[in-house]
């Protein structure tokens, strides 16, 4: 990470972004490649300097490690953290949502779970979605930034 700016790819002022689980988790886990970055990324959010969204799957990616490894008390934590996250919206399933990440999906081969979280991007006013999935590059309709690009 030498020489790499840890604001290089951070959204400017004010520009609501959306997150995938990859990059939640990334910061939660204190990722050893990317937790610099994602806590800049996350201190932006929390201040309100960008409010996020993300689709409540992100919770589920979140919590299952610590069900996986019988940790109760750190799922709770995430839970609780997550949920009161300042400035995070966290989106539910709806019939048009579905319908959105469906065009999504079939346009441009996504994974559901991917589809899903840039259709509530989309659908949330979203000006850039941070991922890590290098099937977001063909992706129009939001400019997505690829994480791993970054550092």
């Known amino acids: 990470m030498v020489g790499t700016p840890l604001f290089q790819g951070l959204p400017t002022h004010r520009q609501r972004i959306g ?3 990859n990059v939640c988790i990334y910061f939660l886990e204190g990722h050893p490649r990317y937790k610099a ?8 959010i929390e201040r309100g ?13 979140l919590l299952v490690q610590p069900y996986r ?17 300042p400035k995070l919206e966290w989106v539910s399933l709806t019939m048009n949502l579905a319908d959105r ?13 991917d589809a899903i979280q840039l259709a ?4 949330h006013k979203a000006v850039r979605f941070y991922g890590n999935d290098n099937g ?4 129009k309709e939001i ?8 550092v």
């Open 143 to 150: 400019e997505c930034i690829i994480v791993d690009d970054l």
């Open 69 to 85: 490894d019988q940790q109760e008390e750190l799922a709770q934590k995430i839970f609780a953290l997550a949920s009161t996250y």
């Open 37 to 44: 970055w994602c806590v800049s990324l996350f201190d932006l």
């Open 19 to 21: 997150l995938d689980a």
């Open 49 to 61: 300097q960008n409010p996020a969204v993300t689709f409540t799957v992100t919770l589920l990616e």
């Open 120 to 123: 509530t991007a989309i659908g």
């Open 101 to 113: 990440a469906a065009e999504l999906r079939a346009r441009y081969r996504l994974s559901t779970p």
């Open 136 to 139: 977001l590059r063909r992706v």
